[in-house]
């Protein structure tokens, strides 16, 4: 199993930054793909990064430019920090880290996600 906490969302006015982090813990080794998916009630879910174990990165066009997204490999802690910067009234949104992994003994397939954190940015 892979945990998922999220921490560093907030109010921020257009044009700043915030910086969102996810730990993962638990079965960290298995863990083969993470990213970010944000949502604002009544709209479909968007995909906003995504990063391999590789280092490699993918962005919603709608952030490219000015979202970062980034691993980091600690012993018995995966953290996924997500810098934004030059902050849109559209980007306000409830944001989701996941980690995709695979189950210890029957390499099944498995998401985890983290609890949401909200990002209000105001114009």
């Known amino acids: 199993q892979v945990q998922l906490v999220e921490s560093g969302g907030g109010l921020v006015q257009a044009g700043g930054s915030l910086r969102l982090s996810c730990a993962a813990s638990?079965?960290?080794?298995?863990?083969?793909?993470m990213g970010w998916y944000r949502q604002v009630p009544g709209k479909q879910r968007e995909l906003v990064a995504t990063?391999?174990?590789?280092?490699?990165?993918?962005?919603a066009d709608s952030v490219k430019g000015r979202f970062t997204i980034s691993r980091d490999n600690g012993k018995n802690t995966v953290y996924l920090p997500l810098q934004m910067n030059s902050l849109k009234p559209e980007d306000t949104a409830i944001y989701y880290c996941?980690?995709?992994?695979?189950?210890?003994?029957?390499?099944?397939?498995?998401?985890?996600w983290g609890q949401g954190t909200q990002v209000t940015v105001s114009s």
């Open positions: 990063i391999t174990n590789g280092g490699s990165t993918n962005y």
């Open positions: 638990g079965s960290i080794f298995s863990i083969n793909f």
């Open positions: 996941f980690a995709d992994y695979r189950v210890s003994g029957t390499n099944s397939p498995r998401r985890s």
